[in-house]
């Protein structure tokens, strides 16, 4: 069993080497900007070595990040969770509308890839608390907003308070898709 100390060691070090090789940078440029030898910057990337506070903070300074953000222990140790559009909830939302709804038990949010083929419309007008962000990332959509009418083009952001009535419409020749979030979960 590997001692505490020395995994913490050993994850410091694999934290520093993806910054570095996230900033595309060498172990020379890095060494060089922070005033540390290469061989003590190697063995502290490989876990071997033990650091000081302030060489620790000149690393952090460097890379523009908060000590403790360094720091910070991923006691999950969990990735990113990657899901394929077909994979994600199903929700009924009108003919010619595909309304996948990615589940999320972590954000207090909930994401919604919004397709509309042309002509197609939701089948109801809905109003629910909280706010409504969407990005148009292909074609053209129109938002129906309590009273009125908004076109919201390819990529172009909207966002809007989401008490009152509101609905999307296709009225282009093209599919139309939009990436949706609402910071009140509906679904």
């Given at each position: 069993m590997?001692?505490?100390?020395?995994?913490?060691?050993?994850?410091?070090?694999e934290?520093?080497?993806?910054?570095?090789?996230?900033?595309?940078?060498?172990?020379?440029?890095?060494?060089?900007?922070?005033?540390?030898?290469?061989?003590?910057?190697?063995?502290?990337?490989?876990?071997?070595?033990?650091?000081?506070?302030?060489?620790?903070?000149?690393?952090?300074?460097?890379?523009?990040?908060?000590?403790?953000?360094?720091?910070?222990?991923?006691?999950?140790?969990?990735?990113?969770?990657?899901?394929?559009?077909?994979?994600?909830?199903?929700?009924?939302?009108?003919?010619?509308?595909?309304?996948?709804?990615?589940?999320?038990?972590?954000?207090?949010?909930?994401?919604?890839?919004?397709?509309?083929?042309?002509?197609?419309?939701?089948?109801?007008?809905?109003?629910?608390?909280?706010?409504?962000?969407?990005?148009?990332?292909?074609g053209?959509?129109?938002?129906?907003?309590?009273?009125?009418?908004?076109?919201?083009?390819?990529?172009?952001?909207?966002?809007?308070?989401?008490?009152?009535?509101?609905?999307?419409?296709?009225?282009?020749?093209?599919?139309?898709?939009?990436?949706?979030?609402?910071?009140?979960?509906?679904?």
């Open positions: 590997t001692p505490p100390n020395e995994e913490r060691q050993r994850r410091l070090g934290r520093l080497r993806r910054l570095r090789h996230l900033r595309k940078l060498t172990i020379e440029q890095v060494a060089g900007e922070v005033d540390l030898s290469m061989s003590f910057l190697s063995m502290l990337e490989r876990g071997q070595a033990d650091i000081s506070l302030s060489r620790f903070s000149r690393l952090a300074d460097f890379y523009k990040i908060s000590a403790s953000e360094l720091l910070v222990e991923d006691e999950t140790g969990a990735g990113p969770t990657i899901v394929e559009p077909e994979r994600l909830q199903l929700i009924d939302r009108g003919e010619g509308v595909t309304y996948r709804l990615l589940q999320s038990d972590y954000s207090g949010a909930q994401a919604v890839l919004v397709t509309l083929e042309p002509g197609a419309s939701f089948r109801d007008v809905l109003a629910h608390k909280g706010r409504d962000f969407g990005w148009v990332i292909s053209e959509l129109v938002l129906l907003y309590s009273d009125r009418e908004y076109v919201i083009e390819a990529r172009q952001f909207v966002e809007y308070d989401a008490s009152k009535p509101h609905a999307l419409r296709n009225d282009g020749e093209q599919r139309a898709e939009m990436i949706a979030f609402m910071n009140s979960p509906y679904w």
